[in-house]
């Protein structure tokens, strides 16, 4: 059994080296085992300055078929993203030169189509918070490696969601108008960029009209995992969707407390 199979379905803290990647800013292919998996022709970017911890995902990740780059640092981060826009970056709050939100704002700016999720530690609330405010995701250490590729799976499918639909006519719901394309939303003549998980979540209510939608189907749509413990995220998605559309009219959104959310 080669280590990454070993560390499928493990709790993930600080773990062995098993040596191989290094963590500033080396890159690698897909290789290992597996075929045809959720990493298929998607590449992601692994910013961690611990390199045991750097070792491991960019390992378990290889074995599932993702092209890897590895840095350890912000200025190392925004040098490979430069040459390689990733599909998916992976992000620790603290680095040696940097913090990690002011990196995923500079990311988001570069590559507004790269997904980006952050490794936060679990008692830590305000990196949470942080990583809900310029991420799509957030992954809480000590990780399961299971739950990281599944957590990297749904975000590419959520920003993959319109790669598909280049042909489809824009989405409208009263004054609202998405872009499938490129997660714009469009109200009197006024735009706002969403990140690819707002966009999934507005997606997702305008889907389902004006209907209440409870949270755990919201979880279970549009972060396509259950997220039982870590429920909050749709409130704190919720609030950021709420700001951006209701700078552009009057208040959409509504909530049903205790039930869920719909549109106005």
């Known amino acids: 059994m080669s280590h990454a199979e070993g560390q499928q379905g493990t709790d993930v803290g600080v773990p062995t080296r098993p040596g191989g990647t290094g963590a500033t800013g080396a890159t690698g292919g897909s290789t290992g085992g597996g075929t045809g998996g959720p990493g298929s022709c998607a590449t992601v970017l692994v910013v961690e300055d611990e390199p045991s911890i750097a070792d491991v995902l960019a390992i378990a990740l290889r074995y599932h078929r993702f092209d890897v780059m590895v840095a350890g640092t912000v200025r190392d981060a925004l040098a490979l993203a430069g040459r390689t826009r990733p599909d998916v970056a992976l992000l620790d709050v603290m680095l040696p030169d940097g913090d990690g939100r002011a990196l995923a704002r ?21 990196e949470v918070v942080g990583a809900l405010a310029f991420g799509d995701d957030y992954i809480t250490k000590p990780f399961n490696i299971d739950e990281v590729i599944a957590r990297i799976g749904a975000v590419l499918r959520r920003t993959r969601a319109g790669d598909v639909l280049p042909q489809r006519p824009p989405l409208r719901y009263g004054d609202l108008e998405l872009d499938e394309t490129a997660y714009v939303v469009r109200r009197a003549g006024r735009t706002a960029q969403l990140t690819p998980t707002e966009y999934a979540l507005l997606r997702f209510l305008v889907r389902n009209g004006g209907r209440v939608v409870p949270k755990e189907q919201l979880l279970r749509h549009v972060w396509q995992y259950e997220h039982p413990a870590e429920s909050t995220v749709v409130e704190t998605y919720i609030s950021y969707l709420r700001r951006k559309l209701d700078a552009l009219g009057p208040p959409v959104i509504t909530t049903r407390r205790g039930v869920g959310y719909g549109l106005a």
């Open 106 to 126: 500079e990311l988001r700016a570069r590559c507004p189509e790269s997904a980006l999720l952050f490794l936060t530690a679990r008692d830590a609330p305000a």
